[in-house]
């Protein structure tokens, strides 16, 4: 067949038109986004409980946990002060800066780990990224009714087709670049090499299948028309997306930058010299998000290839002259520098690099302790304080579910209902845990006595029927949270019966975790009281 894939499964249903795709391309599986990415996407503000959600999404992996903390953290937020939990860099950050960091890493986690070619990978990526930063920066700023995270996103995902041929079919990707390099348009050189595929085909198709948002698909057209009026958002994102990640593309090539400003000046309100001014923020930014974004810069080359735009831009022609002098003298090294190279490669001089910190190192006990006295010598708010203290019982002391339930009254009965938890339980396993203090049993004795108790799996008559899926097999430890000898809630904590009991030290860390808890409540008391 000679036409084209649009023509050919313009009427099938989206996933039989991607598995038709990717067939002509002889993939043997579709691309799968993974749980983490889909689920930050998918997250906004509308939910009182957003920031609870997104620290309980970004937890779910530990690896991502740290690499967030770690960013958070660098010179890029210059916060001052050192964050060690992920609900406090949302408190400070906010819901939309957190979520975006973190899709981003984990985007980038996912494609690395996929791809054969880390250096052809990482390119595209970092790439990408730029021009995500640019897009959100320009959505801040200039006034087109557009969200700056919805921005970031479209930007960033703009070239998804072309990362998917670049991590899935690396050898076709390089024939559509020398394609490229020899004169040929993009589309032209994808359509030759892909059987009539473009680029931005791929990445919608793939989009749909992942049930990202339609704004997110329409923003990977490669030449969207101006945006109709003031209200047309769709409009602005596409234009923000294709010309952040054109510019970026252009300058990573030295290619001179004016004719594709001019095509958006209008559009975008944009010059040439403020383009490239945020570009350079975008560069400086970028290289504390992550080491793959960092590797992906030096591959790139963005600084010098910038330094050479910006030159022609101020003095058009002699950046031009400058580099075909480069090119027809070569990359012959002084005779100093072969001397000394020589010199050092025959007595085996190597640089002893400065040490690094491993980004993989868990956060300490006294990490969180730390943090936790810090809030409660000043104004926080109750519910980051909660999701704080259960971080660190559950990451820094180690157990494998912890969950905090309130004390309710509801007519004639008291209920310990959850509120917030970590570990394997979602939303609705932590809501769903209700505990009539009518019913008799281990939980019952430890609220009304103010005891600390500790159930170790089986026990008969321990836990009431509905409760049994969540303590089966556990190991649980129950620290009632009390007022004057009065409980007003519980840290339900636990562990797999195959794990080990609490020793005395980690009890009494888990204790001044609870108490920490009623020293919060007394202050908000004391507060309302003035």
């Known amino acids: 067949m000679n036409s084209t894939v649009d023509q050919e499964t313009e009427n099938l249903p989206e996933e039989s038109r991607l598995v038709e795709i990717f067939a002509r391309m002889q993939i043997k599986g579709l691309p799968a986004m993974s749980g983490h990415v889909q689920e930050l996407i998918s997250l906004t503000q509308s939910s009182q409980s957003a920031g609870y959600e997104l620290a309980q999404v970004i937890?779910?992996?530990?690896?991502?946990?740290?690499?967030?903390l770690q960013v958070v953290n660098s010179a890029y937020y210059s916060l001052g002060?050192?964050?060690?939990?992920?609900?406090?860099?949302?408190?400070?950050?906010?819901?939309?800066?957190?979520?975006?960091?973190?899709?981003?890493?984990?985007?980038?986690?996912?494609?690395?780990?996929?791809?054969?070619?880390?250096?052809?990978?990482?390119r595209v990526l970092t790439s990408s990224f730029l021009s995500a930063m640019q897009a959100r920066e320009m959505a801040a700023e200039k006034d087109f009714g557009v969200a700056s995270e919805e921005a970031f996103i479209c930007a960033l995902l703009h070239n998804l087709g072309k990362i998917i041929i670049c991590i899935y079919l690396p050898e076709q990707y390089r024939q559509i670049e020398d394609l490229q390099a020899r004169g040929q348009d993009e589309q032209a050189a994808a359509r030759k090499v892909l059987d009539g595929l473009t680029f931005h085909r791929v990445g919608m198709e793939v989009a749909a299948f992942w049930n990202l948002s339609e704004n997110v698909i329409a923003s990977m057209a490669p030449n969207p028309e101006e945006p109709k009026n003031k209200r047309d958002q769709?409009?602005?994102?596409?234009?923000?997306?294709?010309?952040?990640?054109?510019?970026?593309?252009?300058?990573?090539?030295?290619?001179?930058?004016?004719?594709?400003?001019?095509?958006?000046?209008?559009?975008?309100?944009?010059?040439?010299?403020?383009?490239?001014?945020?570009?350079?923020?975008?560069?400086?930014?970028?290289?504390?998000?992550?080491?793959?974004?960092?590797?992906?810069?030096?591959?790139?080359?963005?600084?010098?290839?910038?330094?050479?735009?910006?030159?022609?831009?101020?003095?058009?022609?002699?950046?031009?002259?400058?580099?075909?002098?480069?090119?027809?003298?070569?990359?012959?090294?002084?005779?100093?520098?072969?001397?000394?190279?020589?010199?050092?490669?025959?007595?085996?001089?190597?640089?002893?690099?400065?040490?690094?910190?491993?980004?993989?190192?868990?956060?300490?006990?006294?990490?969180?302790?730390?943090?936790?006295?810090?809030?409660l010598m000043g104004d926080f708010n109750i519910n980051d304080f909660y999701i704080t203290l259960l971080e660190g019982l559950y990451r820094g002391v180690g157990f494998d579910r912890v969950?905090?339930?309130?004390?309710?009254?509801?007519?004639?009965?008291?209920?310990?209902?959850?509120?917030?938890?970590?570990?394997?339980?979602?939303?609705?396993?932590?809501?769903?845990?209700?505990?009539?203090?009518?019913?008799?049993?281990?939980?019952?004795?430890?609220?009304?006595?103010?005891?600390?108790?500790?159930?170790p799996p089986g026990v008969p008559g321990a836990f009431p029927e509905p409760l049994q899926p969540l303590v089966k097999g556990r190991t649980i430890y129950l620290f009632p949270v009390c007022l004057d000898k009065k409980p007003i809630g519980l840290i339900y904590l636990d562990r797999k019966q195959d794990q080990p009991r609490l020793d005395a030290a980690t009890l009494q860390t888990t204790r001044m975790f609870r108490d920490f808890a009623v020293m919060a409540i007394r202050k908000l008391q004391k507060a309302r009281k003035r």
């Open 403 to 455: 969950l905090l339930a309130i004390m309710t009254v509801q007519g004639q009965n008291r209920l310990l209902c959850g509120r917030f938890g970590f570990g394997d339980l979602d939303r609705a396993g932590i809501t769903g845990f209700r505990y009539d203090l009518s019913w008799p049993g281990a939980i019952l004795q430890a609220m009304k006595n103010c005891r600390d108790l500790a159930v």
């Open 59 to 68: 937890l779910k992996d530990y690896s991502l946990t740290n690499k967030v």
């Open 234 to 375: 769709t409009g602005y994102l596409r234009n923000l997306a294709a010309f952040t990640n054109r510019l970026t593309e252009q300058v990573c090539q030295g290619a001179d930058v004016s004719r594709l400003v001019r095509r958006y000046e209008q559009g975008l309100q944009v010059n040439p010299e403020e383009a490239l001014a945020r570009l350079n923020r975008s560069v400086d930014s970028s290289e504390e998000v992550s080491a793959a974004i960092r590797f992906g810069l030096s591959k790139l080359k963005i600084r010098n290839n910038l330094q050479r735009v910006e030159e022609e831009l101020r003095q058009p022609g002699k950046a031009q002259k400058k580099r075909k002098k480069e090119e027809t003298a070569g990359k012959k090294a002084p005779p100093e520098a072969a001397e000394v190279a020589g010199q050092a490669e025959d007595t085996q001089v190597i640089e002893i690099a400065a040490p690094v910190a491993d980004p993989e190192a868990p956060k300490s006990i006294n990490d969180f302790i730390q943090e936790i006295t810090e809030t």
């Open 81 to 122: 002060r050192h964050v060690n939990s992920i609900s406090r860099a949302v408190t400070i950050l906010g819901f939309d800066a957190v979520r975006e960091l973190a899709m981003a890493i984990a985007l980038f986690e996912d494609f690395v780990k996929t791809g054969q070619e880390k250096e052809l990978v990482s």
